[in-house]
């Protein structure tokens, strides 16, 4: 979608206005708060950090609750509590179908035999394995599944299948399948390019982020796959069902871990280079990508521990290094919390911990330690020493003839479960919508849920932070300063001959040096405006901060909107009360109390409008230039713009969409202003908010409500002077 008024693209009409206040400093105006107040140099980390110290909060409190954890009866009870909030975080799996597996090839080596295949997880979605058995003895084998960290090779990389030969050569089976996003299981491939269009960690995030907004996560399918491995290895004689084991490295290790803390059928588990706490999970490298997270999972008191502790007493090994990138102190501090798990049973042995001294890798003492659990704890003796392995080339290991599902058997993917779970939800969604009056008496109280918004009692300090006169209006300064180094840093136009109306207006101003990315509110001040420009979480001065993760892309940071998943509270929730407590600001201390506020945004910033005054902010009118349609655009696109991630709310479908606020608005005036491209967009606008329209017409108020079409970035001042002119 077009970007209205960028700082390279600008009607003739405001370049030759630029360009003639030159000699007044117009195109040298410097619209930052934070560079005179260097104490707040870290202000930029601000959405990130209150969303941590949100997670640090309710993880205190879980502390607390497991120090009162003595007996056998006591931990048994906690185990329990684990499951539930396990099952309130994922919710119910989809129901159990056929695997209809099928073996695409049979390899003899000395040895050991490989068995290629693919079964369905659910119907549709193809899993890709090998299935690796020891040559001789036929039946009830300890059989180990092994889990891929994040290679797009997956099972197929050197390290990996070095660890599965190892395993055979000591007699036990290996299965081994293809994660979501990797191997030939790349939801995103590219023929032309031979490969996806992303790295295995966007895969899973760029998915992932629809489920979220669906109410559901990768995590959940990508535990489902491994539930379904097990299953079938239930139907194969050569699996002793009382020795099944898992264990992965990585993205292998959260795998490994999360299906072990589902599955009771394993017995053995040994996560590698993954189990730490979230306290320095958070402090460290933070949130990692869509499945690591589980939805409203600090929030409900988990942790990594609880992995661990609600499989006691079954055998489990924690494999770490001390310089991994999960917390070796994390781990090292989770061992000991779960170790008291395994002494109230008893069972103290059945809990271990190895450490090398390395990075982010697999080591020969881990390997070696990993090999020994197996062989004690599923009852198959021998020597643990790691050994010499032929591996095999890549395309060898293919279980389909191209080497991708995409291109050979079958491409449902994580998209296709989202896009089958969207359709079900917008029904549900379309059917509320059936009885109005009740639907949007519900919305307040679903929108403050869904978001974790929580009115604001924080009261602010105003500073005030400077001025600069200019020939109609006042460029004026402010910072608000709030509890815990919190800040609302903004500037206001003020004119010089005021009409007595206010604006909020909100965009992504991240260069505070262009007078262009701030045309708008200086024509609106020229006009006799009073308008408000802040700077919300994330956005401005109070963004991006450090915290890009390994999901980042197109100057969007996934890894810190998961944070907010975390705990239940969206980024949205934290603009609504930075808005709240702005405009109660300035209406008390710039005394602009007996004045209306209108609302003005620019591309996402329409979220945060829609949810404040859902929320119940006053606004008496609102204008929204090239917003994001809705929540339902961005889970129906496959390739959405990454953008509008951080304006959604995980959990909104089917409950609600942005349409939904809209109507809620009625009956005041709100224009959407979009680029008329004759094609999929106006359709996308006008399925939308036809219902929308509707609704504004049964309250005798169709002309407070429209969608506005310009042809070329020219069209935008005009439709804002009309719209202001009719108000």
Same mark, same amino acid.
């Given at each position: 979608? !077009?970007?209205?008024?960028?700082?390279?693209?600008? *009607?003739?009409?405001?370049?030759?206005? @630029?360009? !003639?206040?030159?000699?007044? $400093?117009?195109?040298?105006?410097?619209? &930052?708060?934070?560079? @005179?107040?260097?104490?707040?140099?870290?202000?930029?980390? %601000?959405?990130?950090?209150e969303q941590a110290e949100i997670s640090f909060q309710s993880l205190i409190k879980r502390k607390e609750s497991i120090s009162k954890l003595q007996t056998k009866n006591d931990w048994e009870g906690h185990q329990q509590v684990i499951k539930e909030r396990l099952h309130a975080s994922i919710g119910d799996f989809p129901v159990k179908t056929p695997l209809n597996p099928v073996i695409t090839k049979r390899i003899k080596k000395d040895g050991y035999s490989i068995e290629k295949l693919y079964f369905e997880s659910m119907p549709g979605v193809k899993v890709t394995a090998a299935f690796f058995i020891p040559q001789g003895k036929r039946r009830n084998l300890p059989t180990i599944i092994y889990c891929s960290g994040h290679s797009d090779l997956a099972f197929r990389s050197d390290i990996y299948q070095h660890v599965i030969l190892n395993l055979v050569k000591k007699g036990f089976a290996v299965f081994a399948f293809d994660p979501y996003?990797?191997?030939?299981?790349? %939801?995103? @491939?590219? %023929?032309?390019?031979?490969?996806?269009? /992303? &790295?295995?960690?966007r895969e899973h995030s760029y998915p992932g982020a629809q489920l979220f907004v669906n109410g559901e996560s990768t995590g959940k399918y990508m535990i489902w796959d491994g539930i379904r491995a097990v299953d079938y290895l239930l139907s194969r004689k050569e699996v002793d069902p009382k020795r099944i084991g898992i264990t992965g490295r990585s993205g292998g290790g959260t795998q490994s871990s999360h299906i072990a803390a589902f599955d009771e059928r394993i017995k053995a588990s040994a996560p590698e280079c993954y189990i730490t706490s979230m306290e320095y999970q958070l402090k460290s490298g933070g949130p990692q990508d869509a499945e690591q997270n589980f939805p409203r999972g600090i929030q409900l008191g988990l942790d990594h521990a609880d992995l661990l502790e609600v499989r006691a007493p079954k055998p489990t090994l924690m494999i770490t290094t001390t310089r991994d990138i999960f917390s070796i102190q994390g781990a090292r501090d989770t061992y000991r919390e779960a170790k008291l798990t395994y002494k109230a049973f008893d069972m103290s042995e059945n809990l271990m911990m190895v450490e090398d001294n390395a990075g982010h890798q697999s080591t020969l003492k881990n390997r070696e330690a990993m090999y020994a659990f197996f062989q004690k704890h599923l009852d198959n003796p021998g020597d643990p020493k790691d050994e010499e392995v032929v591996i095999f080339p890549v395309e060898e290991l293919y279980v389909t003839e191209t080497g991708q599902l995409s291109t050979s058997v079958g491409r449902k993917f994580l998209f296709d479960v989202n896009s089958d779970l969207t359709k079900k939800n917008m029904e549900v969604l379309k059917g509320s919508r059936q009885n109005m009056d009740q639907h949007l008496i519900d919305l307040k109280q679903k929108v403050q849920t869904i978001t974790g918004y929580s009115q604001s009692t924080r009261?602010?300090?105003?500073? /005030? &932070?400077? %001025?600069?006169?200019?020939?109609?209006?006042?460029?004026?300064?402010y910072l608000i300063e709030l509890p815990g180094n919190n800040l609302i840093p903004f500037v206001a136009f003020v004119p010089k001959q005021s009409t007595k109306r206010s604006v909020l207006y909100l965009d992504d101003l991240a260069n505070k040096k262009s007078d262009a990315a701030y045309a708008i509110p200086i024509e609106m001040a020229k006009k006799g405006i009073t308008v408000i420009?802040?700077?919300?979480?994330?956005? $401005?001065?109070? $963004?991006?901060?450090?915290?890009?993760?390994?999901?980042? !892309?197109?100057?969007?940071?996934?890894?810190?909107? !998961?944070?907010?998943?975390?705990? $239940?509270?969206? *980024?949205?929730?934290?603009?609504?009360?930075?808005?709240?407590?702005?405009?109660?600001?300035c209406k008390a201390d710039l005394k602009l109390d007996d004045k209306e506020f209108m609302g003005i945004s620019k591309g996402g910033f329409n979220s945060s409008l829609l949810h404040a005054a859902a929320l119940g902010i006053d606004f008496k009118s609102m204008l929204f230039l090239d917003p994001m349609p809705s929540f339902q655009y961005v889970v129906s696109n496959k390739d959405y713009n990454p953008a509008h991630i951080p304006f959604t709310v995980a959990g909104a479908l089917p409950h609600y969409d942005l349409p939904d606020l809209t109507a809620a608005f009625a009956p005041r005036k709100l224009m959407l202003v979009v680029e008329a491209d004759g094609g999929a967009m106006d359709s996308v606008y006008s399925q939308a908010y036809d219902f929308v329209k509707e609704h504004y017409k049964s309250l005798n108020k169709a002309n407070n409500f429209a969608i506005e079409k310009i042809e070329s970035e020219e069209g935008t001042m005009d439709t804002l002077d009309k719209f202001l002119s009719n108000l």
């Open positions: 979608m !077009f970007k209205i008024y960028k700082p390279q693209v600008l *009607t003739l009409g405001i370049m030759l206005m @630029f360009l !003639f206040n030159s000699s007044n $400093g117009w195109s040298q105006t410097n619209y &930052s708060i934070l560079d @005179f107040w260097k104490y707040y140099s870290d202000a930029e980390n %601000q959405l990130y950090k996003g990797q191997g030939e299981r790349s %939801q995103y @491939f590219d %023929q032309n390019q031979g490969k996806s269009r /992303f &790295s295995p960690t009261k602010g300090e105003l500073l /005030f &932070s400077g %001025q600069t006169e200019f020939e109609t209006y006042y460029l004026n300064k420009v802040p700077d919300l979480p994330g956005y $401005g001065e109070l $963004g991006p901060g450090y915290l890009k993760g390994d999901a980042y !892309f197109e100057n969007t940071s996934y890894n810190q909107w !998961f944070a907010g998943i975390l705990n $239940g509270k969206s *980024t949205i929730s934290l603009h609504v009360e930075a808005i709240e407590t702005l405009l109660e600001v």
